[in-house]
């Protein structure tokens, strides 16, 4: 998938230096972002800074903006404003859905060896990979005969290969039952706690979100909001969000600190 490091459209004034030096360097730092479409504007003022190691979650109503936040972010569209990845920052994707046909003939092994040959990455790079997502019994199955909740490991997979910093996620879950639903958000959970990488996803999920997020951003009416999960992830917020009464149902995960 295309990297995109860095997109600045505005001079920014340096950060106090002393405080600079009190907190560690964001991996991304989003200033003023504004997105259009067709001369609508979608999104506007859109400005947060995500740690190190966290796990964002984007919310929000349907037709809010939350892939097009996402897009821009990757660099895939046009914005306004400014956002900026920290130097060296890798970024892997992995997109909403993705349409397979059964007569594909590829093979979930040869999908993730032919990144690897592409990229130029080792060999042990994928091995590693696989073993870590538990993707060996699939190997050998046609791409186009997985089912949903195997095909989304295999892209979460994909996407991890070449170890990036940053993964982002877009609707992970949004054609899977509960239960795949809980093994992608806790395979998502091990990549920022066993492997250390920042995880920024779009969510309609609210109880999962609550269970795995450190950070959320709330999209909705063309403005963002961001803050922690405990901060976001409340009656009054998520009200004025989606407009109407939001509830919590109950999974199994425990969350991980």
Known sequence: MPERLSHTMSRQEPPDSAALRAAPAPVLAVNRLGISIAGRQVLHDVTFSLPRRA???????????????????????PASGSFQWSAGTRLGYVPQKVAADVRLPLRTGELLHAKARIQRLPEADVKTTVEWAGLEPLLEQKVGTLSSGQLQKVLI????????DVLLVDEPTSSLDELAEEHIFELLNRARHERGMTVILVS????????????????????????TAAE????????????QPVEFHEHRMERQA
Request: hydrophobic fraction near 50%; proline fraction near 4%.
């Open 55 to 77: 796990s964002l979650a984007i919310i929000g109503p349907n037709g809010s903006g939350k892939t097009l936040l996402l897009s821009a972010l990757l660099g895939l569209l």
């Open 157 to 164: 997979a994909f996407a991890m290969a070449g170890s990036p």
């Open 204 to 227: 309609h999920d609210l109880t999962l979100v609550r269970d795995t997020a450190t950070h959320v951003l709330c999209v909705g009416g063309g403005t963002a909001s961001f803050g």
């Open 232 to 243: 976001m992830l409340v009656p009054e917020v998520l009200e004025r969000v989606y407009r």
